[in-house]
T-cell receptor
């Protein structure tokens, strides 16, 4: 069963507008969440993270929001740029154990100029 | 280059052959992970090491798969008697230990395996 779910396989957004990527999780032991970005033929690269003690973390154009009661997080990209076109993976981690990161299936973002 | 490096980047093999992938992590990282990614899926955990100790293995890691990290530096992932279902991108990642850094994995560019 999938512990980290990204229910939208793809998303298209116009350049300059906001991109919102969503992620849901089922395991209440997760309390550290990360977003990774992946271009074709490259490995995933870390983008931004958030701990469960926060509900928002911002880094430039990227903001991650966490709603722990709903077991939901989202990544906002404002303004979206064509170079943001990539696959975005949501990942979750339980720091209290030795379990590795658990990834969602990813959302392919296309930013149209 | 101080990133995670993987070799080879692409391997094409016939069913039944053995293949080996190598990963060199970031030098100061003592944790090393292997993940597998197939089309339309996110990275799926296979196994990980802390220094030379293999701490966890996924159920995905069948008996045909073996991973080593003999000196706590580079790692190898060997697949014996390859099957077409083994075709995937094999990703290596590394991280430091500790609360802040253990979650942030640094990935290599991957080794793509195609089994004919």
């Amino acid at each position: 069963d999938q512990q980290v779910k990204q229910n939208s396989p793809s998303l298209s957004v116009q350049e300059g507008r906001i991109s919102i990527l969503n992620c849901d999780y089922t395991n209440s032991m997760f309390d550290y969440f990360l977003w990774y970005k992946k271009y074709p033929a490259e490995g995933p690269t870390f983008l931004i993270s958030i701990s469960s003690i926060k509900d928002k973390n911002e880094d430039g154009r990227f903001t991650v929001f966490l709603n722990k009661s709903a077991k939901h997080l989202s990544l906002h990209i404002v303004p979206s740029q064509p170079g943001d076109s990539a696959v975005y993976f949501c990942a979750a981690w339980d720091p209290s154990g030795n379990t590795p990161l658990v990834f969602g299936k990813g959302t392919r973002l296309s930013v149209i100029a | 280059d101080t990133g995670v490096s993987q070799d080879p980047r692409h391997k094409i093999t016939k069913r039944g052959q053995n293949v080996t992938f190598r990963c060199d992590p970031i030098s100061e990282h003592n944790r090393l992970y292997w993940y597998r990614q197939t089309l339309g899926q996110g990275p799926e955990f296979l196994t990980y090491f802390q220094n030379e100790a293999q701490l966890e293995k996924s159920r995905l890691l069948s008996d045909r798969f073996s991973a080593e990290r003999p000196k706590g530096s580079f790692s190898t992932l060997e697949i014996q008697r390859t099957e077409q279902g083994d075709s995937a991108m094999y990703l290596c990642a590394s991280s430091r230990t500790g609360h802040r850094f253990a979650g942030e994995l640094f990935f290599g560019e991957g080794s793509r395996l195609t089994v004919l």
